[in-house]
């Protein structure tokens, strides 16, 4: 029960980071939103008992792939200035 | 083919009779003309004095092959047409050699000396001819359309396209005659042969004022004379193969003379009275009453 | 033999060892990719061999030990097989065309290459459906990688476009996936199959899923915007790679977990893929980018392909062959145009008129676009046929005419592109550099095109009985193209003359309808390569297209059955439409006759699908018991034959195409080739002589005859140009041969085959005589000819005696024709039809003097004071015919007898009764040898009358007119020959403005302007590419689930 | 409640997840938050995937002191979508890796994010 | 505007497909043939702890190798894109990072790199494997470029090891071909005592390759990123 009710608070955290990730002005605070919805992702595979998915959620999901995509964002910043 | 000697005889003579009948015929024409015109006009034998004055001119000159072979042509048509036309019913030998086609090989024999002829004036130096040319040929295209219509009408009638067998058809008194049985197809042919005949309002093919010498006058001396006797068989031809078609043939040549002395004035008087059509006009008038009245012709078939 | 694992083995291996080369070693590198292409290339061709000969059984390939399910499954079979390698060489053939690319951009570029290459491969091959997302995905990836080769912005965003879009895809696939496991339980495509999920609520959605994201990846129209720009903003090369192996791949994916479908997914896919086909061609219509164009022309191809498996429930075991054909076609042939353009490399199709300036490639092209169209003896050729037969017998109709319709649709702008290589200017375009490892590839595909298509043509029985020994006469000549033209002039003479050698006298003996024909076609053909002496230099390509068109031809006449006609149709037309874009000027107009051919061709195979319908026989004996439908199939096959003679409404092609070709590929076109639509018409009538349904339709068609013949012979009286002024001849005369066959009586047929002879005779008479004129003094233009009369006195006779023919005056042979005419007419009762066409027989007078008078009458213009007599090359054939015409004249019954026996198997009743050489009707004689010895004899008479009084004429000057009252005042003003019948036109130049060419122009534009208008979707935004594929999956799901 | 089991909440997250990363791939204009908007929609994807593959009440597929080693087949997980996720993940950072380089590329060459700006190619 | 509302019109009915799809999934209660074939028979045919493993390095074995193919196929062009054009100048003026941060990184890199290869050779008894590991020593990699922008990572070297792990994993599968039932076979080695490292069979092998082939794969792709950072 208590698997049901942490389910249910990380699947609203997702989506509002969702949200947030899609529509939030800021770039950055997209990318870091994304990244959270990776993480909370990974926290539900946990409870999915798929601890290797998790595991490669949190370094590919929300590790590397964001790292990326500041990598990407700061180039573009520093072309732009 | 087995030469008939006799036959052959018989088809010159007709040939001769009808050539003096057609000399004759353009000297009354004309002396009629004269008279409406309140002028005295030329004796009857003019023409035959022009025949031999033009026939006589030793200066010759040629612009060519084709300019040579014109008036032969020329005067091919007229002769050619002659033979294909069976001149008095009921004779054989005043038949020529109509037996060997039929009113089809007519139609289109007529072409056969035009052309020949526009070709030979094509090759003159004179401009003029081809502007006459082309205006000839363009009228005489719609001349024919009503012309077929009519054909076509009384060939259904008849069931024939023989013209010995037309006439045929029609002897035994005078409403036998096409005229009366089917008069629509009569009248479009009477209305296009205005234009075969080339009288105002359709001359403007030879209109004297317009082409005041076109090929008549580059064509002097022989040429004009053989151009000239052509004029004078071609009319009485032609006006021969209206009356056979319509106007129940003839039996004699007496009767010959008569009808198309007749048709020939029928043309000559619509001249006297109606002034002359620019080309584009005498075509689209022949597309319109005379092709309608063929239409009717065969509608009522 | 070498396991299919391998070929996964030596591509990953590859690709992960090029890491170690550095960039001065990029000869060594390339080589050890190609290497590896040719390594996996050898492995799937073995397996090709292995099941084609040695009865090889289908094997499955289990990795990690274990069996499917538990395991990845690959499959290897003939399916399989066929593919990989197609797809393998087309990639080693990619790779040595990209050479310098590749070795350019460095090893990564190489590594993607063989990546790419290694996924298609596996796509194939795989048995798993996670696999196969996977390995989709690697080749996704990699054509994403490739779409870069240059780096260039829009190379760039059409990446990036590419890249979104079939992630996009795939997340769709694996969704779908994933639901399939659920419901399934295994990821085995066989196990999957078995289990049929369409029938289960969800698992129904799950498949339609995986359907709809591998449609997608097959670039259904509209959602494509992304793979259009994909395929115009990459390199070339890649372009192929995409277009062709790609494609195929995706296809066979398609075909693979069709049946986890089930029959129901046919609907779906069958009505995608029209509209795909559909909508796709039409857009390509507004196209001038070539590389985008490719892309559109890719695109409708694959939805036929589409269409093809979606119709499979109708094309039962037939669906395999036609789609190879389709399919191979399609793949060989767009590899080979997306090489070309990299070659070329003109961003817009006008600037293709710099590939001619290299013939090779010039040739390659057109075998490219003649085999995307489906023409013989291309494999799609066979395809086509196949696919309509089947369509018909299992009454598609609706589909049938939208196949019909789209294949046409690509073949104008196809052809449009074409035309632009071969005539558009190119002075100004760039010099391309021509590299032998890109030419290698294109030639090889091409090659491979001949050689699959003529054993595709084995497939099927009817076409088997083909005899192919003409067509490698022609390879031959053509191989033989850098010789000179008198050589190969002597050469086809050579062919001709035993080719008729070989069939002529068998059809004199058996077929007396045939043997005219033949005679027609065969004779008339070494008659008009006779003329070809005159030509210097090389004249490349002449002979082998002149010659395709003789054996087209020929063939038309042996056909036993409807396909073996159909081939030598679609021969006859790609050889005459070759003839025609020779002409100077004749870029649109070949091309118009190349859409009337091609529209016509789709009719008379409409019609012969729907003929056959039912009969299980494919003989040309189906025409005569046509049942069902009868009314469609015989209009369908008129109006098609009708195109072929340009009869009105029908016509407007022939104009400019007989005008502005060459000076003796006029006649052929003329004079021989509307001949082929003659026969087609007769063979037509013959076989449905006693259907009811004709009795209609031959009426209208004497109506049509009739004005055809009238409207033909105006224009042809208004034409300033002397060659456009005899093809409009052309249509006139076509139109009195119609209007006899129409009458289906003996004397109208008699009729027509007397125009058929006499047409020919005159026609080619005429137009060799002003052909060869034209070739002396350099202009159509009448009005800027005259006076040569005395400089060709040859040709002056020779036009003479064709006008006095032509005219239908006694006592030359057209008159025959004139007389047979009226007295069918008479005794038919169409009367006003026979007025009309006596109308139209007396303004024939207006042009013919035209012609002749203003050419070779009146004053000679200054810059022809030096031409010459017409060549005598031109001269030898044209008094062939002139004796001829004159037999024909004198002796009417040599060959009006024996046709009236013909004519007598279908006519029995109101011929003519011959008396010697009078012929008789019910209502009219005619004596031709007579008349003609009269007319003779008195013409003699007169001219020798004539020559008595006036012998001594003296020869003048021109301009010495004295006897007339009147001088010009400049020389100048004596020709008159512009417009002469001005008048005429104002009185009647109504009946022939140009209202069928502006109702034609004005379907053309509303095809373009649709096109125009629809094509609009594609705004270039990758965003909206993204909506469509989104749209594209929901309306596709609701249309079909709800 | 007794149907709103852990795979389902997770199976609806992941659903909406899908949606409103296709909603920010249509909507947004920046080539940054479309790529994010992908991410989304990926993420998404793999949430419904490890969803599928849960069995109420079972472990992680991994055999070891808290598995009975012979009744696995009742202790465990379906291991089959986790092993799928596995290399979809790995997929979608090999994309979203490409995706941004192409943006990258995209900006240096016409130093725009604006997705309307690379509209050269189209008809 | 209309625009959005149209794309939120097509998300419903995307939405109503979806749910459609799922309409029926109620969750499972029991494992599929498939799956339960995996638990049951997968410790003996394969002998990894780690079912995930097995699915993925074994039964599945060809999928991963399509997957490492997909990473060096997105390295390879991620590389290629970025390749500095020659001639172009490397000129690099790095702000400097912080002592701290320095000397933090010069001692966690090295652990970072131990834990991702102690993740990927566990990867057939615990959690994570190959592709995990390879992640963390990339992120390793990252955390040392962070600290010392300036240093020259060794292109040379990442090659040599993308390459080498590749074509192992490559000669591992033929070797299963050659000598054992089939491509990728477990078999090739003895599969040891269950729940050792040294057993399972090749995984442990193939793991210890995937693994090195990820990190260097995604440290190409990081590092292609970092050095194009100061060119504009």
Do not use: C
């Not at chain 3, 006449?557 to 100077?584: D, P």
């Not at chain 3, 011929?911 to 040898?929: E, F, M, R, S, Y």
């Not at chain 4, 990926?42 to 012979?70: C, E, L, W």
């Amino acid at each position: 029960m208590i698997n049901l009710i942490i389910a249910i608070v990380i699947g609203v955290l997702i989506l509002i980071m969702a949200i947030i990730a899609v529509h939030h002005k800021n770039i950055v605070v997209g990318i870091i939103a994304a990244g959270v919805v990776s993480l909370f992702a990974s926290i539900l595979y946990l409870l999915l008992a798929a601890p290797d998915v998790a595991m490669t959620e949190a370094a590919i999901g929300s590790g590397l792939s964001t790292i990326i995509f500041f990598y990407v964002l700061n180039k573009i910043k520093r072309q732009n200035g | 083919m087995n030469i008939d000697f006799n036959k052959l005889f018989f088809t010159f003579l007709g040939l001769m009779i009808v050539l003096n009948w057609g000399l004759l015929m353009s000297a009354l024409m004309r002396k009629i003309g004269a008279r409406v015109a309140k002028r005295y006009g030329i004796p009857w034998f003019q023409p035959w004095v022009d025949l031999v004055k033009n026939y006589a001119i030793r200066s010759q000159i040629t612009h060519g092959v084709m300019f040579y072979l014109g008036p032969v042509f020329r005067l091919s048509g007229g002769v050619g047409l002659f033979l294909f036309m069976p001149m008095v019913f009921g004779s054989d030998l005043w038949t020529n050699f109509s037996f060997k086609g039929d009113l089809i090989l007519i139609l289109y024999f007529q072409f056969f000396g035009m052309l020949g002829m526009a070709l030979g004036a094509g090759e003159g130096g004179q401009p003029h001819s081809f502007i006459g040319i082309s205006r000839g040929l363009s009228q005489f295209t719609t001349i024919e359309v009503p012309m077929t219509l009519a054909v076509i009408a009384i060939a259904v009638q008849y069931q024939t396209l023989s013209i010995s067998d037309i006439v045929a058809a029609q002897q035994g008194g005078i409403m036998n005659w096409t005229v009366f049985t089917n008069p629509f197809a009569t009248a479009a042919a009477m209305l296009s042969v205005l234009g075969a005949f080339g009288h105002s309002p359709f001359n403007l093919v030879k209109a004297p004022n317009e082409i005041p010498i076109g090929p008549p006058t580059e064509y002097h001396g022989t040429y004009l004379g053989v151009l000239r006797t052509n004029a004078a068989i071609l009319h009485v031809v032609e006006a021969v193969l209206f009356m056979n078609l319509f106007f129940g043939g003839a039996t004699t040549w007496i009767e010959l003379i008569v009808k198309s002395f007749l048709i020939y004035f029928w043309s000559v008087f619509v001249g006297m009275v109606f002034p002359r059509f620019r080309i584009e006009q005498s075509v689209a008038w022949f597309l319109k009453i005379p092709l309608i009245l063929g239409i009717i012709a065969i509608i009522l078939l | 033999m070498v396991g299919p694992i391998y070929i996964i083995a030596i591509a990953l291996g590859t690709a992960f060892s090029l890491g170690f080369f550095k960039k001065a070693n990029s000869n060594f590198s390339f080589a050890f990719m190609l290497f590896a292409m040719a390594f996996m290339t050898f492995i799937s061709g073995q397996w090709l061999y292995a099941f084609l000969t040695q009865q090889q059984e289908t094997i499955q390939i289990f990795t990690a030990g274990f069996k499917p399910p538990f395991s990845i499954s690959l499959q290897m079979g003939l399916h399989e097989s066929v593919f990989l390698s197609l797809i393998n060489i087309i990639g080693l053939l990619a790779a040595i065309y990209l050479y310098d690319q590749l070795k350019e951009k460095g090893v990564q570029m190489m590594m993607i290459f063989v990546l790419l290459f290694m996924g298609l491969n596996v796509v194939i091959m795989t048995r798993d459906i996670f696999n196969l997302f996977v390995f989709l995905e690697i080749a996704s990836i990699a054509t994403a990688g490739l779409i870069i080769l240059d780096k260039s912005i829009n190379a760039t965003s059409a990446g990036f476009k590419y890249i979104i879009a079939t992630g996009i895809i795939s997340g769709i696939l694996l969704i779908g996936i994933i639901a399939i496991y659920y419901f399934a339980g295994s990821l085995f495509i066989n196990d999957i199959i078995k289990l049929n999920l369409i029938y289960v609520k969800g698992g129904a959605v799950a498949v339609f899923l995986v359907l709809i994201a591998i449609i997608l990846e097959l670039k259904p129209f509209p959602a494509n915007g992304w793979a259009l720009d994909v395929y115009e903003a990459a390199h070339p090369g890649i372009g192929a790679v995409i277009s062709a192996a790609s494609a195929s791949a995706g296809i066979f994916v398609l075909a693979k977990i069709l049946p986890i479908v089930g029959d129901s997914g046919y609907y779906i896919i069958g009505l995608i893929g029209i509209i795909t086909f559909l909508g796709s061609n039409l857009l390509g219509l507004k196209q001038d980018r070539a590389n985008r164009l490719l892309g559109y022309s890719s695109i409708g191809q694959i939805g036929l392909l589409l269409t093809i498996i979606g119709l499979t429930p109708y094309l039962g075991d037939k669906t395999l062959f036609i789609a190879f054909g389709v399919l191979i076609s399609h793949a060989l042939a767009k590899a080979g145009l997306f090489w070309l353009a990299g070659i070329v490399n003109s961003e817009y199709i006008k600037g293709w008129a710099a590939i001619r300036r290299k013939p090779l490639l010039l040739v390659l092209m057109g075998t490219f676009i003649f085999a995307l169209v489906g023409f013989p003896p291309f494999p799609s050729f066979f395809a086509k046929w196949e696919l309509i037969m089947q369509l018909a017998n299992n009454d598609k109709i609706i589909w049938l005419a939208l196949i019909l319709i789209g294949s046409f649709i690509e073949g104008i702008y196809l052809f449009r592109w074409f035309g632009y290589a071969i005539k558009e200017k190119n002075e100004d375009l760039p010099e391309f550099p021509i590299k032998l490892n890109k030419v290698i590839p294109v030639s090889i595909v091409a090659a491979g095109l001949y050689l699959i298509g003529y054993y595709t043509g084995l497939a099927i029985p009817e076409a088997a009985i083909i005899n192919y020994i003409p067509l490698i006469f022609i390879v031959i000549i053509f191989a033989l193209d850098f010789l000179p033209a008198y050589v190969k002039n002597s050469i086809s003479i050579l062919g001709l003359a035993y080719y008729s050698y070989t069939i002529i006298p068998a059809y004199f003996e058996n077929d007396m309808l045939r043997f005219i024909f033949v005679v027609i076609f065969l004779i008339g053909g070494i008659l008009t390569f006779i003329a070809g002496y005159a030509y210097k230099g090389k004249r490349r390509g002449f002979y082998p297209v002149a010659l395709i068109m003789y054996v087209g031809l020929v063939q038309i006449i042996q056909a036993e059955n409807l396909l073996q006609f159909f081939f030598g149709w679609e021969l006859m037309t790609a050889g005459s439409y070759f003839l025609i874009i020779r002409g100077k000027k004749s870029m649109a107009h070949a091309l118009s006759y190349m859409l009337f051919s091609m529209g016509g061709a789709y009719l008379i195979l409409a019609g012969f699908a729907l003929a056959q319908q039912g009969q299980m026989s494919l003989s040309l004996d189906v025409l005569n018991s046509i049942s069902n439908n009868a009314f469609i199939i015989i209009s369908l096959l008129m109006i098609g034959f009708l195109t072929k003679t340009a009869t009105l409404g029908l016509h407007i092609w022939l104009p400019g195409a007989h005008g502005e070709a060459e000076s003796d590929v006029s006649p052929m076109v003329s004079a021989i080739l509307l001949k082929a639509g003659v026969f087609g018409l007769i063979i037509l009538l013959i076989s449905t002589i006693k259907n009811i349904e004709t009795v209609s339709i031959v009426y209208i068609l004497g109506w049509l005859g009739a004005i055809t013949a009238l409207i033909g012979n105006l224009g042809a009286a208004f034409q300033e140009d002397a060659k456009r002024l005899l093809a409009y001849s052309s249509i006139g005369q076509l139109g009195y041969i119609v209007f006899g066959l129409a009458m289906m009586t003996h004397l109208g047929w008699l009729t027509a085959f007397t125009y058929t002879i006499n047409h020919f005779m005159y026609k080619a008479i005429l137009f060799l005589t002003i052909g060869a004129v034209v070739l002396r003094v350099g202009t159509h233009n009448m009005y800027e000819m005259g006076g040569l009369i005395k400089k060709m006195p040859f040709a002056f006779i020779a036009v003479l005696i064709g006008i006095i023919a032509l005219s239908g005056v006694p006592p030359l042979s057209g008159f025959t024709g004139k007389w047979l005419l009226y007295n069918a007419v008479i005794l038919k009762g169409w009367y006003f039809q026979g007025a009309i066409a006596f109308f139209a027989g007396i303004i024939a007078f207006l042009y013919l003097f035209k012609l002749i008078s203003s050419i070779f009458l009146g004053q000679l213009k200054d810059n022809h004071r030096n031409v010459k007599e017409i060549s005598i090359w031109f001269i030898i054939p044209i008094y062939i015919l002139i004796i001829g015409l004159m037999i024909f004249a004198a002796k009417p019954e040599l060959i009006l007898q024996p046709m009236g026996d013909i004519v007598a198997q279908y006519f029995p009743d109101g011929g003519l009764n011959w008396d010697g050489g009078l012929a008789t009707t019910p209502i009219g004689n005619w004596h031709g040898t007579h008349i003609m010895i009269i007319v003779g004899v008195m013409f003699m008479l007169l001219l020798t009358w004539l020559v008595v009084l006036s012998r001594k004429a003296q020869k003048v000057k021109q301009f010495n007119i004295v006897y007339s009252g009147e001088r010009p005042f400049t020389p100048e003003t004596t020709h008159i020959s512009y417009n002469i019948f001005a008048g005429y036109n104002k009185a009647l130049g109504f009946l022939v403005m140009p209202w069928i060419t502006n109702f034609w122009n004005f379907m053309s534009d509303i095809i373009h302007d649709t096109a125009g208008f629809v094509r609009r979707i594609y705004s270039g935004n990758g965003q909206t590419y993204l909506a469509h594929i989104i749209i594209y999956i929901v309306v596709v799901y609701f249309v079909f689930f709800n | 409640m007794e149907n709103l089991n852990l795979e389902i909440i997770t199976l609806i997250t992941g659903v909406i997840l899908v949606l409103i990363g296709i909603w920010g791939l249509l909507t947004q204009k920046n080539l940054i938050k479309i790529v994010i908007g992908f991410t989304l929609f990926d993420t998404g994807i793999h949430i419904i995937m490890v969803s599928i593959g849960y069995v109420k009440n079972r472990t992680a597929p991994i055999i070891d002191q808290s598995v009975n080693i012979n009744d696995v087949g009742n202790s465990v997980v379906d291991p089959v979508p986790q092993a799928l996720v596995l290399t979809a993940i790995v997929i979608g950072l090999g994309v979203t890796a490409l995706m941004l380089t192409y943006v990258l590329k995209m900006y240096q060459k016409r130093k725009s994010l604006e997705i309307n700006n690379y509209n050269d190619l189209k008809w | 505007m209309v625009k959005n509302s149209l794309i939120f019109i097509v998300l419903i009915g995307f939405a109503v497909l979806l749910a459609d799809l799922f309409v029926g999934f109620n969750g499972n209660t029991d494992l599929n043939i498939l799956a339960n074939h995996y638990a049951v028979s997968g410790p003996e045919e394969v002998g990894s702890a780690n079912l995930v493993t097995a699915v993925v390095v074994t039964y599945r074995g060809l999928d991963t190798l399509g997957e490492v193919t997909i990473l060096f196929l997105a390295a390879a062009i991620v590389s290629f894109l970025l390749k500095v054009e020659a001639g172009a100048s490397r000129n690099r003026k790095l702000r400097s990072t912080s002592e701290i941060l320095d000397t933090a990184s010069r001692i966690l890199v090295p652990v970072i790199f131990l834990f991702g290869i102690y993740v990927f050779i566990n990867g057939h008894l615990s959690p994570g494997g190959g592709f995990q590991g390879g992640a963390i020593i990339a992120s390793g990699l990252v955390l040392m470029l962070l600290a010392q922008p300036a240093k020259e990572v060794g292109h040379k070297l990442i090659t040599l090891v993308e390459s080498i792990s590749g074509i192992s994993f490559v000669l591992i599968g033929v070797a299963g071909v050659l000598f054992a039932a089939g491509f990728l076979d477990n078999k090739l080695l003895p599969l040891g005592t269950f729940g050792t490292i040294f057993s399972a069979g090749v995984i442990p092998v193939i793991y210890i390759f995937v693994g090195l082939k990820v990190g260097a794969e995604l440290s190409g792709i990081i590092t292609n990123l970092h050095e194009n950072q100061n060119e504009a």
